[in-house]
């Protein structure tokens, strides 16, 4: 009986670790990515799912019938990041957490990562916006190198920074 026991909770652990623990290889894009629109795209609701794609120097999303387009050299800064959130989610995961004795929060505990991809760009009058992109672990950073050569400007950590660059060389001032 004791064995059997420890085969059942070994199974339920594997279960959830193979929920928890997502595979970690880097996508190739080779058309549109299905991504959350979070918000910042002027006619795209917050929250809108869609695809987003890179073509003719614009950063294309789609979101039903309605379509947002940014231009690459528009874009001022480019930035990926990693991130995560709740893998089981909606109404099932309301509904978990009337669970007694707190086990609707251990649901919480359970997390899937996610790329996230923020945009900050001028629109034709010059005004400053930004959107904000979740997609797929591994897809940002490929959108974001599609982006950079055709015009779009980005920062990349490790660089010296213009600033940094006209400054001295560093020096330690010997106190006396």
């Keep these: 009986m004791t064995s059997r026991t420890t085969t059942v909770l070994v199974g339920v652990a594997s279960l959830f670790a193979g929920l928890v623990i997502p595979v970690g290889?880097?996508?190739?894009?080779?058309?549109?990515?299905?991504?959350?629109?979070?918000?910042?795209?002027?006619?795209?609701?917050?929250?809108?799912?869609?695809?987003l794609q890179v073509e003719n120097g614009r950063l294309h999303f789609v979101h039903g019938k309605a379509s947002s387009d940014v231009t690459a050299d528009s874009i001022q800064e480019v930035v990926t990041g990693a991130d995560s959130q709740r893998a089981v989610g909606g109404t099932?995961?309301?509904?978990?957490?009337?669970?007694?004795?707190?086990?609707?929060?251990?649901?919480?505990l359970f997390r899937t990562k996610i790329d996230t991809l923020t945009v900050q760009y001028r629109d034709a009058d010059g005004g400053l916006h930004g959107a904000i992109f979740t997609m797929p672990i591994g897809t940002a950073d490929v959108i974001k190198?599609?982006?950079?050569?055709?015009?779009?400007?980005?920062?990349?950590?490790?660089?010296?920074?213009?600033?940094?660059?006209?400054?001295?060389?560093?020096?330690?001032?010997q106190k006396q």
């Design 25 to 51: 290889q880097a996508q190739q894009v080779s058309g549109p990515v299905k991504v959350v629109q979070i918000t910042g795209l002027a006619g795209v609701k917050d929250n809108a799912k869609g695809t």
């Design 145 to 173: 190198k599609e982006l950079v050569p055709q015009g779009a400007q980005t920062t990349a950590p490790g660089e010296p920074s213009p600033a940094a660059t006209s400054r001295t060389s560093p020096r330690r001032e």
């Design 92 to 108: 099932l995961g309301m509904m978990s957490m009337a669970a007694p004795y707190g086990g609707g929060r251990v649901l919480s």
